[in-house]
Every structure is written in C-alpha cells, then in structure tokens.
C-alpha cells in the first residue's frame, strides 16, 4: 500500500489535487485501520496484551480524527488550517497515549520485591527524561529554536510547535531504551518491534512535517509521508501478534545483560549537550529561557540519578555482606541445631590449644552423648528426634557462657570446649540433661553421659586428636559404669600421643579405643564427686 501510494504520488500520473486527495486518503484509512484492530483484538487477549492495544485503539483514533480534520481543509477549504486546531489536539493525542501503551509492556517478574521494582521503573524513567531532555536541548539549539521563535507568534502556537518534537523524542526513546535493554518479555517483543517501528515512522514524518512547516515549505515531497502510512500499519500488524504460542510464561519475563552502552547512553547525550551550549556560550549565542530551564531540569535529573545509584550500589553492597556471612555462618553451624559444626569445633579447639601452648591458658573438653537416643527415634520417629536434638542443643548452649563453644559433632553426639574449669559446667550440663523433654504432649526423660579432659599445664604438645580421643574414652567407660555420668580423663603419666589422621567412628566422630587392656579403667578407690562426677585414670605401665 505504501509503495502504491508513493508510486502515485511521485509518477504524475495524477493532478496535484489527486495526490493530495490519494496521499491524506491512505493516512486516513492506516489510521483507522490501526485503531479498529487494536480494539477488535483487545478482546481476545488479557493482561497488558489488552492494555496496550486499547490504548492504542484510542490514541490511533485520536490520530485519525486529526487527520480528518486535515484533510478537510487541505481538500475542500480555501483557508489555512489554524494552529493550534482540533487537528493538532487529534495528533497529540497518539503520543499522549502511545507512552503508557509502551511502558505496559513492561513487566517486572514476580521474583523481585515491590521496592526493587520501584527503584528499577525510577532508574529507567530518569535515564528515558535525561535522554530526551538532552535531545531536545541539542535539536532546540542547532535549529528548532530559531524556527520556532520566527514562525510562532503567541502562546499557544509555540506550545503546539514544541510538542510535536517533544513527544517525538519521547516515543522514540521509550522505545530504544525498552529494545535495549531487554525489559520486555521475549514473547512479547514481536509485538514491541512492530508497535515501536510503527511509532518510530509516524514521529520520523512528523518531525520532518514540522521542521519542514516551520521553515516555510508549501509541500513535504512524498516519500516524508511514508512513515503517516507505514507507522498505522505497523501498529495494526502488531496488534495482530499475539503472544498465545507461549501461555504459560505470559507474566514472565527474561532478563538480558544490560549493554554498557546502554548505561552510558544517558551520560554521553548529556556531556553532549554541555560541549553544545558551552560553544553557543563561547560564540555570544543567547540561551533562551527555555533551553536554560530544559538544560536545568536534565542537570536535576542527572544529579537524581547519581544518587539513586549510590543507594543501589549501597544496598547491593549490604545484601552482599549478608549473604557473605550467611554462607560463612552455613559453612560452619549444624543446620539442625544452630550449633557450631564439626569444622568449626576443630578450629576453634585448636584455637584453645594454642593459646594453652603459647600462654598456659587453661581449657577443657568435654564430649556429651546422649543415653538411648535410639529409642526415642524408634518410638516417637526421626521428626520428634530431630526435634529433641535441637531442644538439647538449646539446653547445653545454656549451660556455658558466650566465649565457649557448643558443636554438634554429629548424629546424637555433642561437644564443648570451655576456658577455665569444667566441673561447674559438667555439673550444668547433667542437670540439664536430666531434666524430662514436652514434645507433643509426651514427657520424654533423656540423659547423657560425659567425657571430659583438661589437658595439664605441661602437656605443650598435646594434639586435638589426642584430646578428643581422652574425652571418648572417659564417656565410653561413663557408659560402662551405668550412664548419666560425667567422666574426667585423669592419666597418671602423660602417654606419648602423636598428631595422626582420626578414625571415623561411629556417627562420623572418631572412635574410641577398643575394649582391652589398653583401655583407661576408672579407678575404684576414688569416691564419686558431685552429681555422680567420676574419674578414670590410664594404667600405669
């Protein structure tokens, strides 16, 4: 159609009136044709699909009603069209509409928070004004302004003349800014590329139409019109896409990487536009009110953008740290109980070690088993049990003061490494122990027997392999004696330990020493201490 058009507007093959009457003909029927579609097509779909077409259906029909009332007094009137007319509220209305139609295809993806998506509409928003505000300045400098203000002579007209360029430059804008930087859905980008090409040749003609009148043209030559009869028919096609073929991810959408060019677009246009006003500067050019309080307005907006980018940067930094020592925190707590974990237990009992070696520091150890842990599970299944293990964790994390540490060693296995003395602790923890667990409604009486070891304030050279190996040992003969028993590892002679690789046993602990002779024996002539405080001693060899 539009090649036919041209072909008959350029050929001679019709008299000047016919090729007025042919030209506004074909605009008239684009236009209308675009504003039928987009509202017949409105109601097959939903959500944005509808939005933007209904927008579009009113804002074409504006457009067409401008150019009806154009085409009357180019056809069949011998007077002017004046400006500003019904004509140019008709035209204006397409733009007016256009931009929301625009930015309803984008959709944020329901993953994201509400204020990220606030801030993420505010960022484009102030880089889609820095862009136009830039480019108006740049077209109002170099040429516009000049026309405009000898071709203007009130108000109301200057008004009319701005706008056209304006909302020109807007559309376009909007548009790149959402091809570029991907914000529209892939399936619905088919229908942004015909909507924003079909915007894109109506605001190419229209500025030339504009620049063209202002200038003191009698006619545009036709291939300037293309774009009145290309752009509508962009838009009707557009209206016929639809995005069915992908219904399941229709409020869905995906995310390509931003282009720097993209980010440095809005910067560009704006050091742009100061080396412009600095040459008009530099030459004596007067800067008109306008393009001063436009070149302000940009230069707000610009500052506004900075911050905006400080605080993401802020927050992203903040949600970086968080995440950081949430891993850490993961990496070495037991995700059951909260507890320090097994890595985190051998780093900081090698800790206490040192300090013992380099400063004497006293430390103990002490390994806690729960007594018939088993049955809890068999009886009231592994939910309650993981359930009872947390309650326990809870317990012994109350029974030592904030430096010490409490780990999960591994299924009902336990560990604490205390500074100082341990008896009061061990006392603690028993009691604790002993007291009878509420879970859903059972009372479930539960006990523990202890191991624990405090190495001698000559022993420089102790491993943690070696001391863990004394706390199983005293809790294993605890066990032996009858449970619920808490065992100090007190050995006569100190035996020649050496650091090695540690036995796995069971429940991923390392394991205790076989039953035989070489196993440290409690000694029957020391009387039980406190809260059935035992002690077992290594034979003497």
């Known amino acids: 159609m539009v090649l036919v058009v041209l072909f008959l507007d350029s050929s001679g093959v019709l008299s000047e009136d016919g090729e007025v009457i042919v030209d506004d003909a074909a605009q008239l029927g684009a236009g209308l044709a675009a504003a039928t579609l987009c509202w017949w097509t409105s109601r097959?779909?939903?959500?944005?699909?509808?939005t933007w077409r209904r927008l579009m259906a009113v804002g074409m029909l504006g457009w067409s009603v401008g150019q009806a009332f154009w085409s009357w007094y180019q056809i069949f009137s011998d007077t002017p069209l004046p400006s500003p007319s019904i004509a140019d509220i008709g035209y204006l209305t397409m733009p007016v509409l256009a931009l929301p139609a625009l930015?309803?295809?984008?959709?944020?993806?329901?993953?994201?928070?509400?204020?990220?998506?606030?801030?993420?509409?505010?960022?484009?928003?102030?880089?889609?004004?820095?862009?136009?505000?830039?480019?108006?300045?740049?077209?109002?400098?170099?040429?516009?302004?000049?026309?405009?203000?000898?071709?203007?002579?009130?108000?109301?007209?200057?008004?009319v003349a701005i706008a056209y360029p304006l909302t020109d430059l807007i559309l376009v804008v909007i548009v790149v800014l959402l091809i570029a930087t991907g914000r529209v859905p892939r399936q619905l980008r088919p229908q942004l590329w015909l909507l924003g090409a079909g915007l894109v040749g109506i605001s190419v003609s229209d500025s030339i139409f504009a620049y063209l009148v202002s200038s003191?043209?009698?006619?545009?030559?036709?291939?300037?019109?293309?774009?009145?009869?290309?752009?509508?028919?962009?838009?009707?096609?557009?209206?016929?896409?639809?995005a069915d073929a992908w219904p399941a991810a229709r409020h869905l959408r995906q995310r390509v990487p931003v282009d720097r060019a993209h980010l440095l677009l809005p910067y560009a246009l704006v050091a742009l536009t100061a080396a412009v006003v600095a040459a008009q500067i530099a030459v004596g050019s007067e800067i008109d009110a306008l393009e001063a309080t436009v070149a302000g307005a940009v230069l707000v907006l610009v500052l506004v953008r900075q911050v905006v980018t400080l605080?993401?940067?802020?927050?992203?930094?903040?949600?970086?740290?968080?995440?950081?020592?949430?891993?850490?925190?993961?990496?070495?707590?037991?995700?059951?109980?909260?507890?320090?974990?097994?890595?985190?237990?051998d780093k900081q009992l090698d800790h206490a070690i040192e300090r013992h070696r380099a400063y004497g520091w006293p430390f103990a150890l002490i390994v806690v088993d729960l007594d018939d842990f088993k049955e809890v599970n068999d009886t009231f299944g592994h939910a309650t049990g993981d359930y009872l293990l947390s309650a326990v964790g809870q317990r012994l994390r109350?029974?030592?003061?904030?430096?010490?540490?409490?780990?999960r060693l591994g299924g009902d296995e336990f560990a604490i490494v205390i500074d100082g003395d341990s008896d009061v602790v061990a006392e603690r923890v028993l009691a604790a122990l002993r007291q009878p667990f509420r879970i859903d409604g059972h009372i479930v009486a539960l006990g523990g027997s202890l191991g624990v070891?405090?190495?001698?304030?000559?022993?420089?050279?102790?491993?943690?392999?070696?001391?863990?190996?004394?706390?199983?040992?005293?809790?294993?003969?605890?066990?032996?004696?009858?449970?619920?028993?808490?065992?100090?590892?007190?050995?006569?002679?100190?035996?020649?330990?050496?650091?090695?690789?540690?036995?796995?046993?069971?429940h991923g602990r390392p394991g205790a020493p076989p039953l035989g002779p070489e196993v440290p024996q409690v000694v029957p002539d020391v009387p039980a201490a406190r809260s059935r405080l035992g002690s077992v001693r290594t034979p003497t060899h």
């Not at 097959?44 to 509808?50: A, K, L, N, S």
């Not at 109350?398 to 780990?407: K, L, P, Y």
């Not at 190495?455 to 706390?471: G, I, K, N, T």
């Open 453 to 506: 070891v405090t190495p001698q304030r000559s022993e420089v050279d102790v491993s943690a392999d070696a001391l863990v190996h004394r706390a199983d040992s005293a809790m294993y003969a605890g066990k032996r004696r009858g449970k619920g028993l808490a065992v100090h590892y007190r050995p006569e002679a100190t035996p020649d330990v050496r650091r090695g690789p540690r036995r796995a046993g069971p």
């Open 44 to 50: 097959r779909v939903t959500g944005v699909e509808r």
């Open 103 to 159: 930015l309803a295809l984008d959709i944020e993806p329901p993953r994201h928070s509400g204020q990220v998506l606030r801030r993420d509409r505010l960022v484009f928003s102030l880089d889609g004004a820095i862009v136009v505000g830039s480019l108006f300045i740049l077209t109002w400098a170099t040429a516009l302004g000049a026309v405009v203000h000898a071709e203007t002579p009130n108000v109301a007209a200057l008004a």
């Open 311 to 345: 605080l993401e940067n802020a927050a992203l930094l903040e949600r970086v740290s968080a995440a950081q020592a949430e891993l850490a925190h993961q990496a070495h707590h037991d995700p059951l109980t909260g507890l320090a974990n097994r890595a985190l237990f």
């Open 216 to 242: 003191g043209a009698d006619e545009m030559p036709p291939l300037t019109n293309a774009g009145f009869i290309a752009g509508p028919l962009l838009i009707a096609i557009a209206a016929l896409a639809t």
């Open 398 to 407: 109350g029974c030592v003061r904030s430096g010490d540490t409490v780990a």
